[in-house]
Structure formats: C-alpha cells, structure tokens
Nanobody, 114 residues
Framework: QVQLVESGGGLVQAGGSLRLSCAAS????????MGWYRQAPGKEREFVAR????????YYADSVEGRFTISRDNAKNTVYLQMNSLKPEDTATYYC???????WGQGTQVTVSS
C-alpha cells in the first residue's frame, strides 16, 4: 500500500561512505518496522538492517554490523542507511521495505570498487 523510493546509491571506492534514503509516500509510515535489504547479481536477496517503528530498536546482519547504521525520521517519512567502510562485497542493489512485505521497488544501486 505504501510507496517507497530508494535513493543515494552510487559508485564509490573501497573504504568510502554512502548514505541511502528511502522516502515513503504513504500516510502510515510510522506504523511499520522498516528494513534494508540487498541483492547482488546471481545471489539471493539478503537482510541488511532493521529498525523498529519508533526507531528505538535496531539490528543488523553480521556482515555489516559496526559499519552500517539504520535510522528513521518519521516526521519526514524517511528511513536511512549510513554505510561506512564500504567493501567490494557490499556491491548490490539496495531496497527498503517493511519486514514480510512481498512487493519490492526498484532499489538503488551501490557499487564499491577495489
């Protein structure tokens, strides 16, 4: 029901940083937990990070913990993913969504060169 648009991806060198944004056009954004997911070519979509409705609880995949930070601003209907110390294996299309949702948007491409 809610429309989500990811942005902020790009091409960066290993060790660099990017900040992804996910803007929701719906009117009930604050009612849902939100997560970031990623999918590299030939691989399954995988969980990256999740944040609770109020932003009070977060958790991360082991592969990104300590490097990535998820946050949200419910007043702006936006969830963010700050990515630091990027590695080539972080290269993927990144998606935001509520956990358990079955439909996915276009995502935003992150490419990390070595």
């Amino acid at each position: 029901q809610v429309q989500l648009v990811e942005s902020g991806g790009g091409l960066v060198q290993a060790g660099g940083s990017l900040r992804l944004s996910c803007a929701a056009s719906g009117r009930s954004f604050s009612l849902y937990d939100m997560g970031w997911y990623r999918q590299a070519p030939g691989k399954e979509r995988e969980f990256v990070a999740r944040i609770s409705r109020s932003g009070g609880s977060t958790y991360y995949a082991d592969s990104v913990e300590g490097r990535f930070t998820i946050s949200r601003d419910n007043a702006k209907n936006t969830v963010y993913l700050q990515m630091n110390s990027l590695k080539p294996e972080d290269t993927a299309t990144y998606y935001c969504n509520s956990p358990g949702a079955s439909r996915w948007g276009q995502g935003t491409q992150v490419t990390v060169s070595s």
